[in-house]
């Protein structure tokens, strides 16, 4: 068990930028999801899937992010034309299957940190 | 809409006393509740968790308390040690509704020597 690993760990960009974050779960786990932490606040849900589907997405996604998981292993969260209120911590979570009240239901990774000037 | 609210940003603890950290939901469909921890530069680990059809759950020195007529869920860590100093995430979701978790905004607990 390697952990979730995403890469980038930091990331600074122009705004305008597109910039692609990648996260790879745990080998086993089908399912994964993405938030985002800003200073002071808890993680904020963005989306999940469930192996190669996508089952949800937060009205915090607007249509400037994207997010693919297109062999249900490893996925993207993509950002296009990023603003400055971008700037946060990308979170990146795997969980075995469906979270069913047993255990521990997410293993998070240590994010991805944005910063847009 | 704050559905899981943690109200304390922050708590400090002389090491060996009891922590004290509290959480507060307001949707009452949250069946399953989980704590939380994060160091900085580091993503949250998983602490401990209560379905609500417990009112405890206790996990050496960690014991987390449900009070669901008050909607309001506690975790105590007795005795605090120095590396216990981190912020700490409640978080719920419903077990047959959506499959996502919910976080309050979280306390960072500083454990004095």
């Known amino acids: 068990d390697t952990g979730v690993s995403q890469n980038p760990r930091h990331k600074i960009t122009k705004r305008g930028q597109n910039v692609t974050f990648r996260c790879d779960p745990i080998?086993?786990?089908?399912?994964l999801y993405w938030y985002r932490q800003t200073l002071g606040q808890g993680p904020e849900f963005l989306t999940y899937?469930?192996?190669?589907?996508?089952?949800?997405k937060s009205r915090l996604l607007s249509d400037r992010f994207s997010a693919e998981r297109p062999k249900g292993s490893f996925s993207t969260l993509e950002i296009q034309r990023t603003e400055q209120g971008d700037s946060a911590m990308y979170l990146c979570?795997?969980?075995?299957?469906?979270?069913?009240?047993?255990?521990?239901?997410?293993?998070f990774g240590n994010g991805t940190r944005l910063t847009v000037t | 809409d704050q559905q899981v609210k943690q109200n304390s940003p922050s708590l400090s603890v002389q090491e060996g006393r009891i922590s004290i950290l509290n959480c507060d939901y307001t949707?009452?469909?949250?069946?399953?509740f989980l704590w939380y921890k994060k160091y900085p530069a580091e993503g949250p680990t998983f602490l401990i968790s209560?379905?609500?059809?417990?009112d405890k759950n206790e996990d050496g020195r960690f014991t987390v308390f449900l009070n669901k007529s008050a909607k309001h869920l506690s975790l105590h860590i007795v005795p605090s040690q120095p590396g216990d100093s981190a912020v700490y995430f409640c978080?719920?979701?419903?077990?047959?509704?959506?499959?996502?978790?919910?976080f309050g905004q979280g306390t960072r607990l500083t454990i004095n020597p």
């Open positions: 899937f469930q192996n190669e589907a996508q089952l949800e």
């Open positions: 080998s086993e786990h089908n399912r």
């Open positions: 209560i379905s609500s059809i417990k």
């Open positions: 978080a719920a979701y419903e077990i047959q509704g959506a499959q996502k978790l919910v």
């Open positions: 949707n009452s469909m949250f069946d399953y």
């Open positions: 979570a795997s969980s075995l299957e469906a979270l069913t009240g047993m255990g521990s239901p997410l293993h």
